[in-house]
């Protein structure tokens, strides 16, 4: 079965310091990968997608993520965080062929002191 | 659009009684997904639909817990009886057509944060 794995749990750092979270999947056949956050009280919402393409894909609010077939990651980074960055974040893959079944990862909560 | 459609949002309930969580996808999306997010576990898939129809209710717990969806603008997930370990936020969420790599693309509602007591 598909697992999703981040690492980090809790993360604290200061406002325009850089971030990276990083995330690894299981699966070896093609995928779609994405990241989604959640801001506190509120659901999960898209921050980016890969399909296929450019292995760097940029989101929204500065994000971006870089795809690494060979290490089957798909770290996600911003150089410099605000307060409002305050949410947490999951990872979540597909596999491209087969159920409709999106694998999350248990997510990291970022926390942005100002 | 209105996005994804859940209620109630809160919901304190005593062990025993029957809970019912209720969704509205987003017109037109063929997909309905229902999770479950706790602290321990993270955000667990429960069961999705396909065109009315489940399609995976693997990560259904137990018996307990049962889902429907009798036509595409509503589904419920529902727990009899219910437990203390039920309590959770319940997330519904909605994708659209079938096929292409959009289908993937998952639009969640507010969440019903469930407690039992």
């Known amino acids: 079965a598909q697992s999703v794995s981040q690492h980090n749990h809790h993360v604290i750092l200061s406002e325009a310091a850089s971030l990276e979270l990083g995330c690894n999947y299981s699966y070896g056949g093609t995928v779609n990968l994405f990241w989604y956050v959640q801001y506190p009280g509120q659901h999960l919402q898209l921050l980016l997608k890969y399909f296929s393409g450019d292995p760097l894909v940029k989101g929204i609010k500065g994000f971006e993520a870089e795809f690494i077939k060979s290490k089957f990651s798909f770290n996600l980074r911003k150089p410099s965080v605000q307060w409002s960055d305050t949410a947490e974040y999951f990872c979540a893959v597909k596999e491209n062929y087969g159920n409709n079944r999106l694998a999350f990862g248990k997510g990291n909560q970022v926390v942005v002191i100002p | 659009d209105a996005g994804v459609i859940q209620s109630p949002r809160h919901e304190v309930t005593e062990m025993g009684q029957e809970v019912t969580l209720r969704c509205k996808p987003i017109s037109g999306h063929d997909y309905l997904f229902w999770y479950r997010q706790t602290m321990m576990r993270g955000l667990e898939l429960l069961i999705y639909?396909?065109?009315?129809?489940?399609?995976?209710d693997s990560g259904m717990p137990e018996d307990r817990f049962s889902a429907k969806m009798p036509n595409a603008s509503f589904s419920t997930l529902k727990i009899q009886p219910s437990e203390p370990r039920d309590s959770a936020v319940y997330f519904c969420?909605?994708?659209?057509?079938?096929?292409?790599?959009?289908?993937?693309?998952?639009?969640f509602g507010a969440g019903s944060r469930l407690t039992v007591l």
């Open positions: 639909f396909n065109n009315n129809v489940p399609i995976d």
């Open positions: 969420a909605s994708s659209p057509v079938a096929g292409g790599a959009w289908a993937n693309v998952l639009t």
